[in-house]
């Protein structure tokens, strides 16, 4: 059985040190990446690394990232991501102030528009990947009507699902890469 991922829930306190789109796109570059210093990830998402040295001391301080001293030299502040992953339950937010729910807004749009943009990035580059990628790509959608009970069941599920091919893959296996999964599921009006 895979190791479950270490996944930290958001709450307001966290949400606002992170709700913030170069804080999020820090986050997720350490994840995908690893460690790495200020200027490595300035350079990486172009930005100034002045910017990249602020938003990851406000990570820090929230606790999304820490040091990572074993791979720095000299005078070298290396960040690595401290949990695998974030859950979040916008009901928790629905009695709180509009400067919480602004956050939380944020938060939501910034997730839609990394997914929109991660999806262009692989339509974009789709026909530099061997054939086997192509193939082993998929982008869906489907319609099913469902209960909000039973849509909390399929999405327990689908997650269930995908955490059973972690730990499958070593970086050793030939034509392995890191893959990202996007789930969403919400109703739609039909009338």
Do not use: C
Request: glycine share 8%; no cysteine; aromatic share 6%.
């Amino acid at each position: 059985m895979p190791e479950e991922p270490k996944v930290r829930k958001l709450d307001a306190r966290s949400l606002r040190g992170l709700a913030h789109p170069l804080r999020m796109e820090l986050l997720n570059a350490l994840r995908r990446r690893g460690p790495a210093t200020a200027s490595m990830l300035a350079e990486r998402l172009g930005e100034s690394s002045g910017a990249t040295s602020y938003h990851l001391r406000q990570l820090a301080e929230h606790g999304f990232i820490a040091d990572a001293p074993e791979h720095g030299k000299g005078r070298e502040r290396w960040w690595k991501a401290v949990d695998q992953g974030l859950t979040f339950d916008t009901t928790e937010f629905e009695g709180a102030g509009p400067e919480v729910r602004g956050m939380a807004e944020i938060y939501l749009q910034e997730i839609a528009a990394t997914h929109s943009r991660e999806l262009s990035g692989w339509l974009s580059t789709r026909d530099h990947w061997p054939a086997e990628w192509t193939r082993g790509s998929d982008m869906s959608d489907m319609t099913v009507r469902l209960t909000p009970e039973l849509a909390t069941e399929l999405i327990g599920k689908m997650h269930a699902l995908i955490n059973d091919y972690r730990d499958q893959v070593t970086d050793a296996d030939p034509g392995a890469e890191q893959v990202r999964i996007h789930t969403h599921l919400f109703p739609i009006e039909t009338s």
